[in-house]
């Protein structure tokens, strides 16, 4: 990894048992490694076991006039100060002694969500990014963020979107 670190810190944790609803904001969440956040419905052997989003993405639907709070949009940690949608496939999220590695930017939003219909847009598919725990850790509201970016940068598009015809 190079020397290239941002700092920002986390504001909000936030967990559900249940997929497609929003999450609940808690003080602290424990990460098991390769797993995602004890006790959260997204947790399993899979590249999406932790998600981020920025306040700053949450604020811009504010400004649309959505009374939207942190977890709104069911994401795991919301964060302050890193350009979330700025970051790539394999950089890592430093935590206090626990590690992500971003394994996904954005998602496909296969149906859409209430927040779409109130304010016509949702930032999650566009912001948000997706991580897998490569070090587990004790994570609390107000701990310190550190990215670091990975040499490689990872590329993805979405082929099928282009009208390549790849037959």
């Known amino acids: 990894m ?5 700092l920002g810190k986390v504001i909000a944790l936030n967990i559900s048992k249940k997929k497609g609803i929003p999450k ?3 003080d602290s969440v424990k990460l098991i490694e390769d797993w995602g956040i004890e006790g959260d419905v997204h947790a399993g052997k899979w590249h999406r076991q932790v998600s981020f989003l920025a306040i700053e993405s949450i604020e811009k639907m504010r400004a649309k006039g959505l009374n939207v709070r942190p977890g709104a949009f ?3 940690i919301t964060t ?8 790539h496939v394999g950089d890592v999220i430093i935590i206090g002694n626990a590690e992500l590695e971003i394994t996904q930017i954005g998602k496909e939003c296969h149906s859409k969500c209430a927040i779409y219909y ?12 997706f991580a897998r725990v490569i070090k587990g850790g004790t994570l609390q509201v107000g701990d ?5 970016r990975s040499p ?3 590329e993805t598009i979405h082929i099928e979107k282009l009208g390549v015809d790849i037959g």
């Open 80 to 87: 302050e100060f890193i350009d979330i949608p700025g970051l």
């Open 152 to 154: 490689i940068k990872v």
């Open 118 to 129: 109130k304010a016509g847009d949702c930032v999650l598919p566009r912001e948000g990014i």
């Open 74 to 76: 069911a994401e795991n």
């Open 24 to 26: 609940t904001n808690v």
């Open 144 to 148: 310190v963020c550190e990215v670091v």
């Open 2 to 6: 190079t020397n290239d670190k941002h």
